[in-house]
């Protein structure tokens, strides 16, 4: 009995893991003398120690594009911020500038930098543009390059060559550059007014195909060296709205931009930037599931019951529920936010979303939200509170090579916690679906 939990439970946790833990778990089960008890005890040390360690990185993004682009109002909208709004952008602007702009969004403002960077240099004493210089751009502005984790070149239509060598050089500092040709809304009316027959037979979706293919033609007229993947081409629409709905490319947009950060890195991503799209549900659910472990081996330190009547639930799943709830958009002030988009009643959608979250639950969510959700998983689940905690299980551990005891609470809520993301998930897209489609806009 006790192998075949082994053997089911070893590929569930390692394919959790990326390759920075298992190789702390390697580390942990080299130290001289250890035992299988000691060995776990470390473990469940590092995950309580590392459950909010994302919340300590830093990820920088750097824009750089023409001048009324679009990379202000992005800027805004992609921080949650409207252009009058405190600390906003100024939109509309295109003079140049010869310094960089951080503009930190407003709720980490220590995790996450979008930083605006010049696109010409101007002659000392004078207002016209002189030749532009790569090499005196990288020698005022290079340093700040190094900085930045991903690198984003803006374009309306017409790419200047400033952007384009800027761009380049970004790469061949290692950084991911993306390409955006923004202000798509304006170019679908543009359409719709100056060839009403083109949609006739094609659609937006042909549209931005053919704009796609364009800026990728321009990219090489001006001088970006090498091919270029049509998957790093987005179009879009940097108006607050389209961004938290997630319109055109903005969630592919949103997953290249992802894609090539670390995985405490992603964590600032999805927890700090909102929207409300479902195409970005289940990527969100993918990141949080590649952290299940650390939560359950932070929450059953010592002895767990997830199912405890109205004992309060460890700190950790508590933690971990919260955070969930915010990166899937489920909080009390994202429901508003939401519900001023569409036009619904905020209470309306608050109750619809505590029904589909307490499903299987009777009454409201009150103080004990986590608890009282918990306690609705495991009703779910088939799990009840004569679960014998103090039974341990061996199972093996083939990224450490050894045995280690582990109680049985962590495989209880793991199952938890996977149920829970899941349980978001579907919330996040019912909830969606229901204020969008009422909605009276």
């Known amino acids: 009995m006790m192998a075949e939990r082994g053997e089911a439970a070893a590929p569930e946790i390692i394919g959790e893991m990326n390759e920075e833990e298992q190789g702390m778990l390697r580390n942990l089960a080299a130290a001289g003398g250890a035992n299988k008890a000691e060995i776990l005890k470390k473990i469940q040390q590092y995950a309580a120690d590392n459950m909010e360690a994302w919340k300590n990185q830093k990820v920088n993004i750097g824009i750089v594009g023409d001048p009324g682009a679009g990379k202000s109002t992005f800027i805004n909208s992609i921080r949650g911020l409207k252009p009058k709004a405190p ?11 010869e310094v960089t702009t951080d503009y930190p969004h407003p709720t980490r403002p220590d995790s996450l930098v979008f930083v605006d960077f010049p696109g010409v240099l101007l002659g000392r004493g ?29 374009s309306s239509g017409r790419i200047q060559h400033n952007a384009v060598q800027i761009g380049m050089k970004a790469r061949e500092k290692g950084k991911k550059v993306l390409f955006v040709r923004s202000q798509f809304d304006k170019d679908l ?14 659609t937006e979706a042909d549209l931005m195909e053919e704009l796609r293919q364009d800026y990728i033609n321009v990219l090489k007229r001006v001088g970006w060296e090498g091919e270029v993947n049509p998957g ?11 961004v938290l709905e997630g319109s055109w490319d903005i ?43 650390t939560v359950a081996m932070a929450a059953t330190t010592g002895s767990f019951v997830p199912y405890a009547g109205a004992a309060a639930i460890p700190g950790a799943l508590a933690m971990a529920y919260k955070q969930y709830k915010e990166g899937f958009g489920l909080t009390e002030d994202a429901v508003e936010q939401l519900a001023k988009m569409t036009k619904k009643s905020p209470e309306d959608l608050k109750q619809f979303l505590s029904a589909s979250l307490l499903t299987g639950a009777r009454g409201p969510i009150g103080e004990s939200e986590a608890l009282a959700v918990v306690q609705a998983i495991c009703n779910g689940l088939g799990l009840i509170t004569a679960t014998a905690i103090d039974q341990t299980v061996d199972f093996i551990f083939p990224v450490i090579g050894a045995l280690v005891t ?36």
Request: with cysteine; aromatic share 12%.
């Open 87 to 97: 600390g906003a952008a100024e939109v509309g602007v295109t003079h140049t500038t």
């Open 406 to 441: 582990a109680p049985l609470a962590y495989g209880i809520t793991t199952k938890v916690l996977h149920a829970l993301i899941s349980r978001m998930e579907k919330c996040a897209s019912e909830l969606f679906d229901y204020a969008f489609k009422e909605s009276a806009v």
């Open 189 to 202: 009316a543009d359409k719709e007014n100056d060839d009403p027959e083109y949609f006739d037979d094609k």
């Open 126 to 154: 004078s207002g016209d543009e002189r030749d532009f210089d790569i090499q005196q751009y990288l020698a005022k502005f290079g340093e700040k390059m190094d900085q930045c984790h991903v690198f984003l070149v803006f």
């Open 232 to 242: 790093e081409v987005f179009i879009i629409s940097g108006r607050l709205r389209n």
């Open 251 to 293: 969630p592919k947009f949103r997953k290249a931009m992802i894609d090539g950060l670390g995985a405490l890195q992603k964590m600032v991503v999805i927890n700090t930037c909102r929207d409300f799209s479902k195409a970005t549900i289940k990527e969100r659910g993918d990141i949080y599931r590649g952290k299940v472990w």
